[in-house]
């Protein structure tokens, strides 16, 4: 196969981790996820923690920085911006070694020049709950709650850093959802996608 790099968006507790995973064992490329924290550090001088605890979440706003001291009054770069041009570069060397999946982190449209194949992944609000009380040990309201909190925070700095909008089918190339299709089924499609373009579109 060609390079190929896939990039996956996904609503929180839909399973884009595992799927993610699994899509780069069944098709022996790289996969990175928490990766690109330690890369982006590594170009930034920030720290691993500060990155991790900032992942995926808008912090530029005017209020938000001056409270967390990370802007300045002086026109230099605030903390926020460093990181995020930090990950942007991450992200591009990452897909500059060959082919990849990435998760998250407006991969998609940091490498638009590259023409990555693109996926959403998606789940009806019971199946996420059943997997974020399985996996972080919370009740059903506090996984609910937790979920609606994560997708807001999501789609806000996919808003905000991607100047698309987070979730719309229009963006990706195949969307799935993981309560219909297995997540077995899921990789096929997306390997037969990528290899027979438009084959599936927004299933």
């Given amino acids: 196969m060609e390079k190929t790099i896939i990039t996956i968006g996904r609503q929180f507790g839909a399973g884009g981790r595992e799927l993610g995973k699994r899509l780069a064992e069944t098709l022996d490329i790289p996969y990175y996820d928490k990766e690109i924290i330690e890369s982006a550090a590594a170009l930034s001088g ?5 990155i991790a605890q900032n992942d995926e979440i808008v912090t530029n706003s005017f209020l938000y920085s001056l409270v967390m001291g990370t802007r300045t009054l002086t026109g230099q770069k605030t903390v926020e911006e460093i990181k995020m ?3 942007r570069e991450a992200i591009k060397e990452i897909a500059a070694k060959g082919s990849c999946v990435i998760i998250g982190r407006t991969a998609d449209y940091t490498l638009k020049d590259e ?3 693109r996926v959403f992944l998606s789940a009806d609000e019971e199946t996420r709950i059943q997997r974020v ?3 972080d040990n919370l009740s059903e309201k506090d996984a609910m ?3 609606h909190k994560m997708d807001k925070l999501r789609a806000a700095y996919y808003n905000e850093y991607a100047d698309a909008a987070w979730g719309k089918a229009d963006n990706y190339d195949l969307c799935i959802n993981l309560s219909r299709i297995t997540v077995e089924k899921a990789i096929d499609m997306i390997i037969m996608s990528v290899r027979e373009p438009n084959c599936f579109r927004n299933i």
């Fill in 46 to 50: 920030l720290s691993k923690e500060y």
């Fill in 85 to 87: 041009d930090a990950q």
């Fill in 115 to 117: 023409k990555p194949f």
């Fill in 133 to 135: 009380c399985g996996r």
């Fill in 145 to 147: 709650k937790k979920i």
